[in-house]
C-alpha cells in the first residue's frame, strides 16, 4: 500500500496563476483533510471531506476551493494564487475518530 | 477558540539523557489527543492518541501520557535517531469531523 500520496512534490506559481494539488489514498478512508504548515504557525486546517461529493471548510478556507468526486481523492484548488499562499501543503485521511495519515506534503511558492 | 501549546519550542539532550515534552490544551470539548513525530521534508508520523486523563501509551524509547491539562512525550535514554519534530494535537467536538488543532511542536535534537 502506498498510503497517502500527494502530487507535485514541488511547485511554484506567479501571483495570479491557478493550480490543483491531488492527493490519493489507497486505505479506503472515509475521511480526508487538507493542512497548510507556516513557520511558526503549526499545521492548520484549510478543508476537509466526510465522504465522496462531500466538502466543508476549516480554519483558514480563504483562496482555496476542493473536490472530493472519488473516495480515494482529495483535490485542493488555487484559482488565483497569491505570496500568501506560500507554505507546504499536507494531505492527510482517516476513518472517522481515529488518526490521522499525512502525505509527505506539496512545497509551493508564489512569487 | 482551541488551543494546543507546546513546550519547550528547541530541545537539545545528550544521547541517553532523558526528558519530557508538554502539551497543554484546551480542556472543554477534547475528544482525543495526538502525538506525532515529523522529520524534516516529511509529513508527520502517527506516533500516539490518549482519550482519557491516566491514559498513557508507549513505543520503543517514548511514552505518552495525559492528565486533566496537559500531556507529556517522555524520552528515555533517546538516540540520535530520536531527533526529530514532535508535533501534539488535539481532536475537539464541533471542531469539523475531527480535523485536528496542532501546536507549533517542539524541535527535538540528539546529540551523540
Known amino acids: 500500500n502506498a498510503g497517502v500520496t500527494q502530487t507535485p512534490k514541488f511547485r511554484v506559481l506567479k501571483t495570479g496563476q491557478s493550480m490543483t494539488l491531488l492527493c490519493a489514498q489507497d486505505m479506503n478512508h472515509e475521511y480526508m483533510y487538507w493542512y497548510r504548515q507556516d513557520p511558526g504557525m503549526g499545521l492548520r486546517l484549510i478543508h476537509y471531506?466526510?465522504?465522496?461529493?462531500?466538502?466543508a471548510k476549516g480554519e483558514v478556507p480563504d483562496g482555496y476551493n476542493v473536490s472530493r468526486l472519488k473516495k480515494q481523492n482529495f483535490l485542493l484548488g488555487l484559482e488565483s494564487a497569491a505570496p500568501s499562499q506560500t507554505s507546504v501543503y499536507f494531505c492527510a485521511s482517516s476513518y472517522p475518530t481515529n488518526e490521522q495519515f499525512f502525505g509527505p506534503g506539496t512545497r509551493l511558492t508564489v512569487l | 477558540e482551541d488551543q494546543v501549546t507546546q513546550s519547550p519550542e528547541a530541545l537539545r539532550l545528550q544521547e541517553g539523557e532523558s526528558s519530557s515534552l508538554n502539551c497543554s490544551y484546551t480542556v472543554s470539548g477534547l475528544r482525543g489527543l495526538f502525538w506525532y513525530r515529523q522529520d524534516p521534508g516529511k509529513g508527520p508520523e502517527f506516533l500516539f492518541t490518549?482519550?482519557?486523563a491516566g491514559e498513557e501509551k508507549e513505543k520503543e524509547r517514548l511514552k505518552a501520557t495525559l492528565t486533566k491539562k496537559e500531556s507529556f512525550l517522555h524520552i528515555t535514554a533517546p538516540k540520535p535517531e530520536d531527533s526529530a519534530t514532535y508535533l501534539c494535537a488535539g481532536s475537539y467536538s464541533g471542531g469539523g469531523a475531527d480535523g485536528l488543532t496542532f501546536g507549533k511542536g517542539t524541535h527535538l535534537i540528539i546529540q551523540p
Open positions: 471531506s466526510v465522504g465522496e461529493g462531500t466538502t
Open positions: 490518549l482519550y482519557s
